[in-house]
């Protein structure tokens, strides 16, 4: 399956066991960043769409490897957004062979939950944030259930970049600027006293994880050590001031932090900062298991647990296109 994400595109190889049990056997990750721009214009720019359609040439030989039989590829925030989204998914289908459909919000914050929260037991009222390029995700339930509230703002990283910090390194007055948008819009998103019954947080997506990655000063990158790695708000504020204060150039060379992400960590790490202080959370869980995870427990069966083992590749976050290997 393919996460073609405003920011990356990524692909999810994965053995998925009887009961609903996922086991990966490969992860990509590209940052192609689709979304460039589409803030300003309503477009999906020829460099963006050329960098995506490269990407996916890669990951379709990957996927072919594997003997699947069937693709199918499931639409998010920046094709949902532009105004040429359509272009792009007949693009898509015709050279890759991915066919595209557009999902809602609503089914979105679903399977996030669903693979961030897989394989936790039920009891405290959770929350799960989704930091894209394009838009975060709020999502809030209890593990083992549906959730029970979710909404999507226009609060990404890729997006508030390009609205509020227009100087490298970004002046303290812009990120100051960013900073009170989010919490702003965080605020209004999500009722106070929904925000106060939270116990629990857990944050997927790269915001995230590359600050995980940078709080232990991984180089090379490390899962293993970023999954259930807990975050807390003291040191990700830290971050924040650490790397607001770096032009780009210097950012790049971060150790944890993938180079293509220099330029956009700043606006993630100020809205996942916010979201914390909001949700009186001092500290949050960081999960490598998200939309990806979530769509391949449930696109097998549905409940999301499938009568038999099998083989599932998934490739995307704007979408994300299952492939399925019988026998295994």
């Not at 209890?142 to 508030?160: A, D, I, N, W, Y």
């Not at 609205?163 to 209004?188: F, K, N, Y």
């Not at 606006?267 to 995870?293: K, N, P, Q, W, Y």
């Amino acid at each position: 399956m393919v996460d073609l994400g405003t920011n990356s595109t990524r692909l999810l190889v994965a053995d998925v066991a009887a009961g609903g049990r996922l086991e990966e056997v490969e992860r990509r990750t590209v940052v192609t960043r689709l979304g460039e721009g589409v803030d300003a214009t309503g477009r999906l720019s020829d460099a963006a769409l050329a960098r995506v359609y490269e990407c996916l040439a890669g990951y379709r030989d990957l996927v072919d490897r594997t003997g699947a039989e069937h693709a199918v590829a499931v639409a998010t925030s920046a094709v949902r957004d532009a105004d040429n989204g359509d272009e792009l998914r007949a693009e898509v289908q015709q050279r890759h062979g991915f066919d595209i459909r557009v999902i809602t919000g609503e089914e979105e914050a679903r399977l996030t939950f669903l693979g961030a929260t897989s394989g936790r037991r039920a009891g405290e009222r959770t929350l799960v944030i989704d930091i894209g390029g394009g838009s975060t995700e709020l999502v809030i339930g209890e593990p083992g259930s549906s959730p029970g509230f979710h909404v999507s703002t226009r609060l990404g990283s890729v997006r508030q970049t390009e609205r509020h910090l227009t100087d490298d390194p970004p002046s303290h007055a812009s990120t100051e600027a960013l900073a009170a948008a989010a919490a702003e819009i965080v605020g209004d998103a999500v009722p106070a006293s929904l925000r106060s019954s939270v116990r629990a947080g857990i944050a997927v997506a790269g915001t995230a994880t590359s600050l995980a990655a940078i709080d232990q000063a991984l180089d090379p990158y490390d899962p293993a050590k970023v999954h259930g790695y807990p975050l807390r708000r003291g040191e990700c504020e830290r971050m924040l001031s650490m790397l607001a204060a770096m032009p780009v150039a210097e950012r790049r060379e971060v150790a944890g932090l993938h180079p293509d992400r220099a330029p956009t960590i700043v606006a993630g790490a100020a809205i996942l900062v916010e979201s914390m202080r909001l949700f009186g959370l001092h500290e949050i869980e960081t999960s490598e298991a998200d939309i990806l995870h979530g769509a391949a427990l449930d696109v097998l069966t549905p409940g999301g647990c499938p009568g038999r083992s099998m083989n599932v590749a998934i490739v995307g976050r704007i979408f994300e296109g299952e492939r399925l290997r019988r026998g295994v």
